[in-house]
């Protein structure tokens, strides 16, 4: 399988506190995504990376892309509780037929 | 708004019946896509269209059909439910296989008893 793979599969936090959140993967990509899942929802997109790509930011987000370790981590900076969700990876491989594949994903909990 | 539109929500069904998922999409996507979502195993691909009448087979194809006659609606049929089909249902959408982000819907509760 070319699932990528999170790490830790859980985390609990205090609110105010970072989260880091982990994906390594086995081939090349031509971009890696994380996404965020509330409780009885979809997936949202959450930030894309390239493969030309080192670090990314969005609010409280940075993401940051080791091609050389094939690895990726997404930082939630000053967690509030509203941030409990389930996080997950999702790459996508080079290849002619390549799709997006995603992670088992990481449970976040945040206390307040 | 644009988004992406799954029903019913939640369904019980019984083994052997056949049974329909919808999606429905407004951002004019050229790609969907159909996942189910089990404990232990996260997100897998069932089928994936790249445009109307263009279908074709994800990970776990088995057990199931799909079909786009319109570019919005990309249906899931369980042709003869097992109980090995209940799960969580997800339809996406996207401008691209796999070098954009997709959107998905809220999912269908799928109980096959």
């Known amino acids: 399988s070319q699932q990528g793979e999170e790490d830790p599969q859980a985390l609990s936090i205090q609110e105010g506190e970072n989260a880091t959140m982990n994906c390594s993967y086995k081939?090349?990509?031509?971009?890696l995504q994380w996404y965020r899942q509330n409780s009885g929802r979809g997936l949202v997109h959450l930030i894309l990376i390239r493969s030309n790509e080192r670090e990314k930011h969005s609010g409280r987000l940075r993401v940051t892309l080791d091609t050389s370790k094939k690895s990726s981590s997404l930082l939630i900076t000053a967690s509030r509780a509203a941030d409990t969700a389930s996080y997950f990876c999702?790459?996508?491989?080079?290849?002619?037929?390549?799709?997006?594949?995603f992670g088992k994903g990481i449970t976040l909990s945040v206390r307040p | 708004d644009a988004g992406i539109t799954q029903s019913p929500r939640y369904k019980i069904t019984e083994t052997g019946r056949q049974v329909t998922l919808m999606c429905h999409q407004t951002?004019?996507?050229?790609?969907m896509f159909w996942y189910r979502q089990d404990l232990g195993h996260g997100l897998r691909l069932i089928y994936y269209?790249?445009?109307?009448?263009?279908?074709d087979k994800g990970e776990v194809p088995d057990g199931y059909v799909v079909s786009r006659s319109k570019t919005e609606n990309f249906p899931l049929t369980l042709e003869s439910a097992t109980r090995s089909q209940t799960s969580v249902y997800f339809c996406?959408?996207?401008?691209?296989?796999?070098?954009?982000?997709?959107?998905f819907g809220d999912g269908t509760r799928l109980s096959i008893l």
């Open positions: 269209s790249a445009a109307a009448d263009i279908t």
């Open positions: 951002w004019s996507h050229s790609y």
């Open positions: 996406a959408s996207s401008a691209d296989r796999g070098r954009q982000p997709q959107h």
């Open positions: 999702a790459t996508d491989y080079t290849g002619a037929n390549s799709k997006l594949t």
């Open positions: 081939t090349s990509i031509n971009n």
